[in-house]
């Protein structure tokens, strides 16, 4: 049974950091996309953020402005998100996400559509 479990969240102040990390279990990721996502209230899910498990070579969404960095740990089965100067509109439920993919660009990364398997998500929440 494949999982991704999320963790990390909480309440911030505007400028702060937090860590968000995202264990995987129950396949081999090796081959696959590794993603985060957020959904605000009464907003669509949008991408935040994601990686090859193998290779990495990262893409970020145009908002992140260099704020956010995406990780992993594969002795860990572990990714994380490094998010620094958060500001209020930050605030959103934060997922993970993992899926398959034929061809690694900023279009199929950015599809939640192409990610088969997600995490509960986690809160975080900026206070101005």
């Known amino acids: 049974q494949v999982q991704l479990v999320e963790s990390g969240g909480g309440l911030v102040q505007s400028g702060g950091s937090l860590r968000l990390a995202c264990i995987v279990s129950?396949?081999?990721?090796?081959?696959?996309?590794m993603g985060w996502f957020r959904q605000a209230p009464g907003k669509e899910r949008e991408f935040v953020t994601a990686i090859l498990w193998r290779h990495l070579l990262p893409y970020y969404a145009d908002f992140v402005g260099g704020r956010f960095i995406i990780s992993r740990d594969s002795a860990k089965n572990t990714m994380f998100l490094d998010m620094n100067t958060l500001k209020p509109e930050d605030t959103a439920v934060y997922f993970c996400?993992?899926?398959?993919?034929?061809?690694?660009?900023?279009?199929?990364?950015?599809?939640?559509?192409?990610?088969?398997?997600w995490g509960q998500g986690t809160q975080v929440t900026v206070s101005s």
């Open positions: 129950g396949r081999d990721f090796d081959d696959y996309m």
């Open positions: 996400a993992g899926g398959t993919h034929e061809y690694w660009n900023e279009g199929t990364a950015g599809n939640p559509n192409n990610y088969k398997y």
